[in-house]
Nanobody, 122 residues
């Protein structure tokens, strides 16, 4: 089973940018979907963005649409999340998971990484 590791988190001021990486331990199947999710303290894990590995088709939550961009480099087995115009409400631990369905539901993903903390100061 593929293992995922997130990186790239940190602390930034509101309006700043960060680029997160999601690296897979081995080749991601073309039928897979990579999803980015986040979880703030005391809240449930929520969908942020996804990308279909074969076609590059993407989907975003309304809260990040126009500010975040998900991308991938197949040869590196890595997905990225470019986050611009960050807001304090974006503060959370960000996770990536792999799934087989074009879905924004947490239950449809597995092989979660340990997460990377993103903190946005006002």
């Amino acid at each position: 089973q593929v293992q995922l590791v997130e990186s790239g988190g940190g602390s930034v001021q509101a309006g700043g940018s960060l680029r997160l990486s999601c690296a897979a331990s081995y080749r991601i199947l073309s039928s897979s979907v990579i999803g980015w999710f986040r979880q703030a303290p005391g809240k449930e894990r929520e969908f942020v963005a996804l990308i279909r590995w074969s076609s590059g088709t993407t989907l975003y939550s309304d809260s990040v649409k126009g500010r975040f961009t998900i991308s991938k480099i197949n040869a590196e087995n890595t997905a990225y999340l470019q986050m611009n115009v960050l807001k304090p409400e974006d503060t959370a631990v960000y996770y990536c998971g792999v799934g087989s369905q074009y879905s924004s539901a947490v239950r449809d993903y597995r092989s979660w990484g340990p997460g990377t903390q993103v903190t946005v100061a006002s």
